[in-house]
């Protein structure tokens, strides 16, 4: 790159992604592990070529008004994009990319550790040890339920879904179901049947949410839903927490209409520390830590920038979810 353009990081990032971006590029950082005050965005961006942001900060027509019609790309650190106005990008010819396949492996490892935690009531052990209640052995205390047999259902297959999937398959699961928006064929790779939504809640013992937030799955998984689960069902969620209806998993829990659910994923993030889910032995919550290893974020920083880079040079960069129209 010739020319030094210009580049707004909205965060802290791995020293992969900063490295990649120094070399070439004019750099700005909120200098920052917390996320940036909107203020302090709608200031800073303006100018800039170039904008990394992260899951938590929105950027929306506002945002892209202040930078100036010279943006170029707005590259998020992270697969998912629904904190990104798409349309308004579209129209003003601002391309959008993300960082998809390398946090697959960490986000489907992360939920399958949040089966295991929930199904085995782990977490209510280790709280037992820490509050001195872990008296002589009893036969029925702290009780959890094998996988062994029992029918996994995935909401979502896509690499994560199919990693879960992949990985949950030698704990000997009986079947796994799946629903998308279509059948797919490497479902065939661990046996996978698909199935209609309704199937889905209804059949699963652990029912894993690994789709992300659209207008078709907002709050999909509401009371109407929950009421058609098996009572011994558990819920698993590390896709996105609007997928999910938390007044009525409140409900469901406290109600035992469902076993048990596990979330790394809430509405809203953080949860308030003084949300009734918090309330109740039968939720495991997580604070949305599916990436947090140093595997994945790195290379999801080093992605985003390179991403830039190759926006930059009139280039295809590895997640496209807007093209750049050609100015
Ligand atoms: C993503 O990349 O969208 C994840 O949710 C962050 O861990």
């Not at 992270?78 to 579209?90: A, K, N, R």
């Not at 094998?146 to 079947?175: C, H, N, Q, S, W």
């Not at 929950?226 to 969620?237: D, E, H, T, W």
Request: with cysteine; proline share 4%; aromatic share 6%.
């Amino acid at each position: 790159m010739s020319q030094r353009y210009k580049v707004y990081v909205t965060r802290r990032i791995p020293d992969p992604g900063t490295q990649s971006l120094t070399s070439s590029c004019d750099v700005t950082f909120w200098d920052s592990d917390d996320a940036i005050p909107r203020e302090e965005l709608l200031k800073n961006v303006k100018g800039m070529d170039a904008i990394l942001c992260m899951l938590t900060d929105k950027i929306d027509d506002e945002v892209l008004e202040h930078a100036g019609s010279q943006l170029q790309v707005v590259s998020t650190m992270s697969v998912g994009y629904e904190h990104i106005d798409l349309q308004s990008c579209i129209e003003r010819g601002v391309a959008v990319t993300n960082t998809p396949n390398v946090s697959s492996d960490s986000v489907a490892e992360l939920t399958v550790a949040l089966v295991l935690l929930t199904a085995r009531r782990l977490l209510e052990g280790a709280y037992a040890v820490k509050n001195g209640e872990w008296g002589k052995w009893k036969p029925m205390w702290l009780c959890g339920v094998e996988m062994k047999k029992r029918t996994l259902g995935i909401m979502g297959l896509g690499r994560i879904g199919y990693g879960v999937a992949k990985r949950m398959k030698p704990f000997g699961v009986d079947r796994i179901i799946y629903h998308d928006v279509q059948k797919l064929s490497f479902a065939s790779d661990f046996g996978g049947e698909f199935v209609d939504f309704e199937d889905l809640v209804k059949e699963s013992d652990i029912l894993c949410i690994c789709c992300n937030l659209n207008p078709q799955t907002k709050h999909l998984f509401n009371k109407d839903a929950f009421q058609k689960m098996k009572k011994s069902a558990i819920l698993i969620n590390s896709g996105r927490g609007g997928v999910v209806n938390h007044d009525d998993l409140f409900e469901a829990l406290k109600s035992n209409q469902i076993a048990a659910a596990g979330l790394d994923v809430t509405e809203p993030e953080p949860l308030p520390v003084d949300h009734p889910l918090l309330t109740l032995n039968n939720c495991v919550i997580l604070p949305h830590m599916g990436s947090n290893t140093w595997e994945s974020r790195n290379l999801m920083a080093e992605i985003a920038a390179e991403n830039i880079k190759t926006i930059l040079n009139k280039g295809h960069p590895q997640g496209e979810v807007v093209k750049r129209l050609a100015a």
